[in-house]
C-alpha cells in the first residue's frame, strides 16, 4: 500500500486534517454550533466553485469564503443560537449558487463528485502542504485564545462580567472553523464534513468529560477513522469516505454504550 505515491500523500493528508478536525470539533460539539459548521462547508462548496469560475484554485475560494462566512456568523455572537432556520437557508442557498457556478463552467462539473463527497487519493504535494499550513494556523490560534474561548463557552454570563467578549470569542472561533472545514472538504467532502468534525468529537465527549483527555480522544478517534478508512478503501476499493463515515457512526456507537456501561 505504501508503495504508491499519492496513498502517501492521502494517509498524511488525512492525518493532518483528522487531528485538525478533531480537535476543533470538540470544541463545535462543546459550544452547540455543529449546524453552523456544517453550514460553513456548504458556502465552501460555492467558494470552490466560484473560484475555479475566475481561475483560481478551488482550495482558496473555500478557505475565502468559509472564512468571511464564519467570520459573519460569529459576528452575531448569541443571537447565531436558535437560528437553525436562517442558517439553513443560507446553507441551501451556497448549494444554489454553487450550481449556478458549474452552469457556466461546464468543465468542472466531472469533478462535482469529489468536491462534494471527498477525493483524499487525489491529494498533490503541493495540497498536502497548504493543508498543512492551515492546521498550524488554525491549532496556534485556538491554543492562543482556548482559555478564553472556554470560560466563555461554559459560563458565558459571568465571561462577559469578566470581560470577556463573547462576540469576539465567537468571530474567531468561528473563523478557526471555518478554516478546519475548508481543510476537511479535501478528505471527505461537502456533504460528510460532519463525520470528521463532529462525529469524534461527540464520541469522545461521552466517554471523558476531562478537556485535555476530550482533546486528545478526539483527535485519536479521527485520525483512527481516516486511517482505517483509507486502509478498508485500498483492499475493498469502496469509497474511502464511505468507510470514514461508517466508522465514525461505529465509534459514537460505542461511545454510547460506553457511556451506559460506565
Not at 130 to 139: H, Q
Not at 158 to 171: D, F, N, Q, T, Y
Amino acid at each position: 500500500m505504501f508503495e504508491y505515491d499519492f496513498m502517501i500523500n492521502a494517509f498524511a493528508a488525512s492525518g493532518i486534517v483528522a487531528v485538525l478536525a478533531g480537535i476543533v470539533g470538540y470544541f463545535l460539539v462543546m459550544r452547540g454550533q455543529t449546524f453552523a459548521g456544517h453550514a460553513l462547508s456548504h458556502v465552501g462548496f460555492t467558494g470552490a466553485t466560484g473560484a475555479v469560475l475566475i481561475g483560481i484554485s478551488p482550495i482558496w475560494g473555500m478557505v475565502g469564503f468559509t472564512l468571511a462566512a464564519g467570520i459573519g456568523m460569529g459576528a452575531l455572537g448569541e443571537r447565531l443560537a436558535g437560528r437553525d432556520v436562517a442558517i439553513g437557508v443560507i446553507l441551501s442557498l451556497s448549494l444554489g449558487f454553487g450550481l449556478l457556478f458549474l452552469h457556466f463552467f461546464t468543465a468542472y462539473a466531472t469533478q462535482v463528485t469529489a468536491l462534494l463527497f471527498g477525493n483524499v487519493l487525489g491529494v498533490n504535494a503541493s495540497t498536502l502542504a497548504i493543508l498543512a499550513g492551515l492546521a498550524v494556523v488554525s491549532l496556534i490560534a485556538l491554543a492562543a485564545i482556548m482559555r478564553p474561548l472556554l470560560f466563555a463557552s461554559l459560563q458565558p454570563e459571568l465571561a462577559e462580567a469578566k470581560g470577556v467578549s463573547l462576540r469576539l470569542m465567537s468571530m474567531l472561533f468561528l473563523a478557526i472553523t471555518a478554516i478546519a472545514v475548508a481543510a476537511c472538504t479535501q478528505i471527505v467532502g461537502v456533504l460528510l464534513v460532519f463525520t470528521l468534525m463532529v462525529g469524534p468529537a461527540a464520541a469522545a465527549q461521552n466517554l471523558t468529560t476531562r478537556l485535555s483527555a476530550g482533546l486528545t480522544v478526539a483527535a485519536l478517534l479521527a485520525l483512527a477513522q481516516a486511517w482505517l478508512g483509507l486502509t478498508l478503501a485500498y483492499y475493498t476499493d469502496w469509497p474511502t469516505s464511505f468507510w470514514i463515515t461508517a466508522l465514525a457512526a461505529l465509534f459514537y456507537g460505542a461511545s454510547l454504550l460506553g457511556r451506559r456501561g460506565a
